[in-house]
């Protein structure tokens, strides 16, 4: 009886007395909150009589103007005011529509000057040649591709954002040090987005690299404070003209890509490690996408099959990003054995690169230079808008405050720090943002773990989470569970009495940081492990490595002392 039960998605009870709908099968609730739940729940306490010192008359007087402004835009429909909170069922779209936007958002998130940025550092930087940078290059972006791709996947269960899921691998403390993690590493993408622009105008005519910095951050701002509807709608559209740039650019700087394999590194090239270099950055590029994924398909029904949402992140991150890596590599290894597009890199930098590529189209090359700054737009969108969500989970009274609000002080962030970085393009790109990948290896064995092994085959553990599921025969339950589709809680995603403690996973995630620290290579540090290896960083795997050793044994101890 129990597996028949189980079998057709229903959920054992101990008791027969006991109310057969749980928190998988209980009807949406919908909330109403008034005007004077608001002020109890408002970042501040509200004002009282004993407020009369002009700093908290100023400070409570700052929040009640964003709190009114913040209702004002609302009512517009165009601005989202809504922050971490999970999507109901209800709320979300059909499919095909959903999945018409995503496939779009793909294409422009991933084929654009971002991902093609580092590609250009295999040749240029690391004097690999055109065969040893492909095979680096795409072998490690389609590792990336994978684990992005299956971090996708908890978007459409849930209805809630990728750090919001890591609620329950982290808990409800110890996650916040993550989403800070995911901040830096979508503001140091904004950063090198910004400064490609800079260079980009540069370039083309005697603009200040400062200038494009601006243009790019205050465009990128004007978009990222609306809702998900709009950015996925926008970054359909700026696919578009986006990807038939790069067509013309192969087209036009075809006349010198003869001169590809011209270029033979010198005998004093470590190409060992400058070959497994190029291969953890390549891998960041498309792998740092996993701290966001699930972002961009809260909106899908919830019972949209895993394998499609894991597909279609997949090959909408292979296939654009492989489009644009390769056009990279081939201008890169051109300018190796091409000194006037080489002299070009070396003053303008990538701007400088695409300019080169359509120079001999004169004023309409000149054109498609401008009509690539949408992809560094497009890019820094989403950047924007999903690391205003990490801000909201870092505490609970910053998730009080209007998501656009820390949209506004991100982009000011990544502002300053891309007009103080501006002539240091390289070394931001090749020694900053290959650390993103560490940590999103981590948390990926570290999910990939809690899946198929906890949540998979050890769920009656979990007792916090799912109290209804108790009964005294431990391997009939474990039977009959092995049916169950539904192996979250989704509904507890704010209550830490539920969530898990992360001992584990926090555990586990220090653990792999000293794997970092022993095989990193970096200018600031290389580690002993690099070394032995000609100063090839192979840090994200061994981290991986280790984080994924320690985990299983450390969260099934925790799950038998706590229950969650």
Same mark, same amino acid.
């Given at each position: 009886?129990?597996?028949?039960?189980?079998?057709?998605?229903?959920?054992?009870?101990?008791?027969?007395?006991?109310?057969?709908?749980?928190?998988?099968?209980?009807?949406?609730?919908?909330?109403?909150?008034?005007?004077?739940?608001?002020?109890?729940?408002?970042?501040?306490?509200?004002?009282?009589?004993?407020?009369?010192?002009?700093?908290?008359?100023?400070?409570?007087?700052?929040?009640?103007?964003?709190?009114?402004?913040?209702?004002?835009?609302?009512?517009?429909?165009?601005?989202?005011?809504?922050?971490?909170?999970?999507?109901?069922?209800?709320?979300?779209?059909?499919?095909?529509?959903?999945?018409?936007?995503?496939?779009?958002?793909?294409?422009?998130?991933?084929?654009?000057?971002?991902?093609?940025?580092?590609?250009?550092?295999?040749?240029?930087?690391?004097?690999?040649?055109?065969?040893?940078?492909?095979?680096?290059?795409?072998?490690?972006?389609?590792?990336?591709?994978?684990?992005?791709?299956?971090?996708?996947?908890?978007?459409?269960?849930?209805?809630?954002?990728?750090?919001?899921?890591?609620?329950?691998?982290?808990?409800?403390?110890?996650?916040?040090?993550?989403?800070?993690?995911?901040?830096?590493?979508?503001?140091?993408?904004?950063?090198?987005?910004?400064?490609?622009?800079?260079?980009?105008?540069?370039?083309?005519?005697?603009?200040?690299?400062?200038?494009?910095?601006?243009?790019?951050?205050?465009?990128?701002?004007?978009?990222?404070?609306?809702?998900?509807?709009?950015?996925?709608?926008?970054?359909?559209?700026?696919?578009?003209?986006?990807?038939?740039?790069?067509?013309?650019?192969?087209?036009?700087?075809?006349?010198?890509?003869?001169?590809?394999?011209?270029?033979?590194?010198?005998?004093?090239?470590?190409?060992?490690?400058?070959?497994?270099?190029?291969?953890?950055?390549?891998?960041?590029?498309?792998?740092?996408? =996993?701290?966001?994924? @699930?972002? #961009?398909? %809260? /909106?899908?029904? $919830?019972?949209?099959?895993?394998?499609?949402?894991?597909? *279609?992140?997949?090959?909408?991150?292979?296939?654009?990003?492989?489009?644009?890596?390769?056009?990279?590599?081939?201008?890169?290894?051109?300018?190796?054995?091409?000194?006037?597009?080489?002299?070009?890199?070396?003053?303008?930098?990538?701007?400088?690169?695409?300019?080169?590529?359509?120079?001999?189209?004169?004023?309409?090359?000149?054109?498609?230079?401008?009509?690539?700054?949408?992809?560094?737009?497009?890019?820094?969108?989403?950047?924007?808008?999903?690391?205003?969500?990490?801000?909201?989970?870092?505490?609970?009274?910053?998730?009080?405050?209007?998501?656009?609000?820390?949209?506004?002080?991100?982009?000011?962030?990544?502002?300053?720090?891309?007009?103080?970085?501006?002539?240091?393009?390289?070394?931001?790109?090749?020694?900053?943002?290959?650390?993103? =990948?560490?940590?999103? @290896?981590? #948390?990926? %064995? /570290?999910?990939? $773990?809690?899946?198929?092994?906890?949540?998979?085959?050890? *769920?009656?553990?979990?007792?916090?989470?799912?109290?209804?599921?108790?009964?005294?025969?431990?391997?009939?339950?474990?039977?009959?569970?092995?049916?169950?589709?539904?192996?979250?809680?989704?509904?507890?995603?704010?209550?830490?009495?539920?969530?898990?403690?992360?001992?584990?996973?926090?555990?586990?995630?220090?653990?792999?940081?000293?794997?970092?620290?022993?095989?990193?290579?970096?200018?600031?540090?290389?580690?002993?492990?690099?070394?032995?290896?000609?100063?090839?960083?192979?840090?994200?795997?061994?981290?991986?490595?280790?984080?994924?050793?320690?985990?299983?044994?450390?969260?099934?101890?925790?799950?038998?002392?706590?229950?969650?």
């Amino acid at each position: 009886m129990i597996g028949n039960s189980f079998a057709n998605g229903e959920n054992y009870v101990s008791s027969s007395n006991t109310n057969k709908s749980d928190i998988f099968n209980e009807p949406e609730k919908k909330i109403i909150v008034y005007e004077s739940q608001i002020a109890e729940d408002s970042p501040i306490p509200p004002a009282t009589s004993t407020d009369n010192t002009k700093h908290h008359s100023a400070f409570y007087s700052f929040w009640r103007f964003i709190a009114n402004f913040s209702q004002k835009i609302d009512s517009l429909g165009m601005i989202e005011s809504t922050g971490i909170e999970r999507i109901p069922s209800y709320q979300r779209g059909t499919k095909k529509t959903q999945f018409l936007h995503v496939l779009g958002f793909w294409i422009s998130a991933s084929g654009g000057l971002s991902s093609m940025s580092s590609f250009f550092l295999g040749p240029l930087l690391f004097g690999l040649t055109f065969k040893q940078s492909v095979v680096s290059g795409w072998i490690s972006m389609m590792i990336g591709c994978l684990i992005a791709a299956y971090c996708s996947i908890m978007g459409p269960q849930s209805g809630c954002r990728q750090m919001v899921t890591a609620r329950y691998l982290f808990g409800w403390y110890f996650v916040k040090f993550v989403a800070l993690v995911s901040i830096i590493g979508v503001l140091g993408w904004s950063v090198v987005n910004c400064v490609v622009g800079g260079e980009m105008l540069a370039s083309i005519g005697n603009v200040p690299i400062w200038v494009g910095i601006v243009i790019v951050t205050c465009v990128s701002i004007v978009v990222a404070i609306c809702g998900i509807k709009q950015v996925l709608r926008v970054e359909m559209y700026l696919s578009i003209p986006v990807m038939t740039v790069f067509t013309l650019l192969f087209i036009s700087g075809s006349d010198k890509f003869h001169l590809i394999n011209e270029y033979k590194p010198t005998s004093d090239t470590s190409i060992k490690g400058n070959w497994l270099c190029f291969f953890s950055l390549c891998y960041s590029i498309t792998s740092t996408w =996993g701290s966001i994924t @699930s972002d #961009y398909y %809260i /909106l899908f029904p $919830e019972d949209t099959p895993k394998i499609h949402v894991f597909l *279609l992140t997949f090959f909408g991150l292979l296939i654009p990003t492989t489009y644009v890596g390769l056009l990279a590599l081939c201008l890169a290894s051109t300018a190796m054995s091409y000194e006037p597009w080489l002299n070009s890199y070396n003053e303008y930098g990538m701007g400088g690169m695409l300019w080169s590529g359509f120079q001999r189209w004169n004023g309409f090359g000149k054109f498609c230079v401008v009509v690539l700054l949408l992809s560094l737009i497009s890019n820094n969108i989403i950047n924007t808008y999903s690391a205003a969500f990490s801000v909201q989970l870092s505490s609970v009274r910053l998730a009080k405050i209007p998501r656009w609000f820390w949209a506004f002080v991100v982009t000011a962030i990544y502002l300053i720090c891309a007009l103080v970085g501006r002539n240091h393009f390289s070394d931001i790109l090749s020694n900053f943002l290959p650390m993103i =990948g560490y940590w999103i @290896s981590m #948390y990926f %064995i /570290l999910l990939f $773990e809690e899946n198929v092994i906890f949540r998979k085959h050890f *769920l009656y553990l979990y007792t916090r989470e799912f109290p209804n599921l108790t009964t005294s025969n431990t391997s009939q339950l474990k039977q009959a569970l092995k049916y169950r589709k539904v192996r979250y809680n989704w509904e507890a995603w704010e209550d830490d009495k539920v969530l898990t403690r992360g001992l584990a996973a926090t555990f586990a995630f220090i653990c792999g940081i000293g794997g970092v620290a022993i095989s990193m290579s970096q200018t600031y540090w290389i580690g002993p492990v690099a070394v032995k290896l000609d100063n090839g960083d192979i840090a994200m795997w061994l981290s991986m490595g280790i984080s994924g050793l320690v985990y299983p044994p450390c969260r099934y101890l925790e799950l038998k002392k706590f229950g969650r």
